[in-house]
């Protein structure tokens, strides 16, 4: 079957770094994605990776290792309005999302 | 990226009544579309595919019959929830697929409660 895990609560302190984890388990893989989903809407493209490596754009980061089956999403700086749920997702060989139950994040003053 | 329109934004509707939750593409011809549903501190579940000028395609467990999709245009699909009960309260998502596979572009959600 497919899997995806992330932890489900985290909680940070502003201005600190915080790692998000994802492991998958899918039929193929055409690249992992992670949204960023605030209560009652709808989720936000953060990033996509497709081949190993560290993807960075600006204060967020995403890794990426296809052999190990993980990735994860790199959060600097964190900020107030960065508190939000965090969705792993990856497309798998016929092109359909896969999602993960989402990782809720806190932070805290 | 391409924008997606929902509407409505939310809706109350009494049980045994039906609802029809539209997804526009504004300036995107969408071949494909995809509805999820979410409930509440859960991830989003799929429920259908929804193809231009054919029959959607429904996920396992999915009643192709309570949940009717249309995609009459390539800019428009909607979903009707028929005989709403309590249970199908839900967060609603359409999203579309972009120019490359890759690509997915979500509406901001039709919160769905019925009485």
């Known amino acids: 079957g497919q899997n995806i895990d992330q932890p489900t609560e985290m909680t940070a302190t502003e201005g600190a770094i915080v790692q998000i984890n994802c492991t998958y388990q899918t039929s193929g893989f055409n690249g992992l994605f992670w949204y960023q989903q605030h209560a009652g809407e709808a989720p936000t493209f953060l990033s996509y990776n497709v081949l190993d490596g560290l993807e960075e754009k600006g204060r967020f980061s995403s890794f990426l290792s296809r052999s190990k089956g993980y990735s994860y999403l790199l959060l600097k700086e964190l900020q107030m309005k960065d508190s939000a749920s965090y969705l792993c997702a990856v497309m798998d060989s016929n092109y359909q999302l896969i999602w993960g139950a989402g990782t809720k994040l806190i932070i805290k003053p | 990226g391409a924008v997606v329109s929902q509407h409505p934004s939310w809706v109350i509707c009494k049980s045994g009544t039906s609802v029809k939750i539209e997804c526009r593409s504004l300036?995107?011809?969408?071949?494909?579309m995809f509805w999820y549903r979410q409930f509440p501190k859960q991830s989003l579940m799929l429920m259908a595919t929804s193809n231009e000028g054919s029959k959607a395609t429904y996920e396992q467990g999915v009643e192709k019959d309570k949940f009717l999709i249309n995609h009459a245009s390539l800019t428009l699909s909607t979903l009707t929830v028929t005989s709403a009960h309590p249970e199908d309260s839900s967060f609603y998502i359409c999203?579309?697929?972009?120019?490359?596979?890759?690509?997915?572009?979500f509406g901001p959600g039709t919160r769905l409660t019925v009485t």
């Open positions: 300036d995107f011809q969408a071949t494909t």
């Open positions: 999203s579309q697929r972009g120019g490359e596979p890759y690509e997915q572009y």
